[in-house]
């Protein structure tokens, strides 16, 4: 089995910063894709951004240049820098990796940490 840990998540003023972390431990041999989603109250869940095990990067619109997704693959731990932090940021953030077991794609969600943006 794969468990993820999530930290980090709290209440924070608007332009304020936050950094999520995701640990991850168990089977997690294989692991190609590390991302963050976030769901508001009354949304789906929407990919904020994602990291490929070879370092490449992608964000969603409404954080590009705010967010910054980075990983450490010797600690199996993906990070989310949250920076400029927007009212409309607040959300429950889950963790969520990809990782292959006899060439099968398995997902794995982390059980989410909140983040509120307020004053």
């Known amino acids: 089995q794969v468990q993820l840990v999530e930290s980090g998540g709290g209440l924070v003023q608007p332009g304020g910063s936050l950094r999520l972390s995701c640990a991850c431990s168990g089977s997690i041999r294989n692991i190609y894709v590390m991302a963050w989603y976030r769901q508001a109250p009354g949304n789906g869940r929407k990919l904020v951004a994602r990291?490929?095990?070879?370092?490449?990067?992608n964000y969603a619109d409404s954080v590009s240049g705010r967010f910054t997704i980075s990983s450490d693959n010797a600690k199996n731990t993906v990070y989310l820098q949250m920076n400029s932090l927007k009212p409309e940021d607040t959300a429950v953030y889950y963790c969520y990796v990809e990782l292959k077991r006899n060439g099968v794609p398995h997902g794995y969600w982390g059980q989410g940490t909140q983040v509120t943006v307020s004053s």
């Open positions: 990291i490929t095990d070879g370092g490449s990067a």
